[in-house]
């Protein structure tokens, strides 16, 4: 389930080192100058799960895997890249593809950056991006907005329901405002899902303070947070620079003393990964063997049958049951046996709904 997250914001924001750090498998490069990242980086990052931890700590298997997304370092935007400047039309589709948006606003002072855009304004930053997104979004609106328009003349009902969420969509672009800020129903969003809007996708921000606001904020980082009440979108406050410092070290006792300097219980990234991970609506089931304990990313919802699909289709086609423990039935018992000698072991069909830490075992024939 390869589901990726852009981070994108103006030049100069700590865009790519922030990507640095999260990047578990690669190294973008970070520069003081515009458009550094012109193809964008894929990094492919671990989600921290404590749980996994726990799990390996009973079971002591062989190896462990965690679960992954991928983050994608896409090009600094700029005012007009809805019309092609600075190579915007290329960076905007590089938005296009992904599932989800991270957001980076610079939220510190420091005349030794670069900024062509004035004096430190988060708000009026992130205006500029939803601006040119919303820009972009309009155009594959209203060109849809004449196909929809013939079809509805000529009587197609589909066409007319359409043409409905259709136009609501534009009447928020033409108002400033994102198309996730609709709420739209599933229903509703068949009408626009060939369209890919850019102001539909989930957003999360980060605000790239100064050392001395990581644990507090500052003037900058609170008015962003008033900013994106309205959409409901989670704001993380971190320092980029050092959370870059921090995954550059490989030796856990320097990385500790480091994160105790700034006292810090876990890098900010941390936060950021799992934050990000369920902005995508994905939750983690575990299997748990000697070979190995690994996490297996699902969406929330998901059946049995699909959940199982992940580890191979043949477990989807040819399902039986599923074994299931819950996490902290696991963690409680200590052990699979001892879990199914207190009950806590439950055999569960094809219309289980699984939930976020479930430890599982699948069944099944082909």
């Known amino acids: 389930m390869a589901l990726q997250v852009g981070i994108v914001g103006l030049p100069n924001v700590g865009k790519s080192t922030l990507f640095n750090a999260v990047s578990n498998n690669a190294k973008a490069q970070a520069s003081n100058y515009r458009f550094c990242t012109i193809d964008p980086n894929v990094g492919q990052v671990d989600v921290p799960d404590a749980r996994m931890d726990k799990l390996a700590e009973l079971v002591k298997p062989n190896r462990t895997l965690p679960t992954t997304i991928e983050f994608v370092d896409i090009a600094g935007l700029v005012k007009g890249a809805s019309k092609g400047e600075g190579l915007g039309n290329k960076f905007l589709a590089n938005i296009r593809e992904v599932d989800a948006i991270v957001h980076v606003i610079r939220c510190f002072e420091d005349e030794n950056i670069l900024r062509e855009e004035g004096p430190i304004n988060p708000v009026a930053d992130k205006d500029i991006i939803d601006t040119e997104l919303q820009l972009k979004d309009l155009d594959s609106i209203e060109k849809k907005i004449g196909r929809l328009e013939k079809m509805a003349k000529a009587g197609d009902a589909k066409s007319k329901t359409e043409l409905e969420v259709v136009m609501r969509c534009k009447e928020q672009l033409d108002n400033g405002k994102n198309v996730r800020e609709l709420y739209l129903s599933e229903e509703e969003k068949t009408a626009i899902y060939d369209l890919f809007l850019l102001s ?87 299997t748990a063997g000697v070979q190995e304990v690994r996490a297996w990313t699902i969406h929330t919802g998901w059946k049995a049958p699909q959940a199982a699909g992940v580890i191979h289709t043949d477990f989807e086609k040819g399902f039986i049951k599923a074994e299931v423990i819950a996490y902290d039935d696991f963690v409680q018992y200590g052990s699979e046996v001892a879990c199914k000698e207190s009950g806590k072991l439950r055999i569960e069909g094809k219309e289980y709904v699984v939930k976020d830490g479930d430890v599982m075992h699948f069944r099944f024939n082909v």
């Open 200 to 286: 539909d996708k989930p957003v999360l921000y980060v605000a790239n303070v100064d050392e001395a606001s990581i644990h507090t904020g500052n003037k900058f980082s609170e008015a962003l947070k008033e900013a994106v009440k309205a959409e409901g979108s989670d704001v993380i406050v971190m320092n980029n620079s050092i959370e870059a410092q921090i995954s550059e070290m490989e030796n856990e006792e320097d990385k500790e003393l480091f994160l105790g300097e700034y006292n810090l219980t876990e890098p900010g990234l941390n936060r950021l990964i799992r934050t990000a991970y369920q902005l995508l609506n994905l939750i983690t089931y575990f």
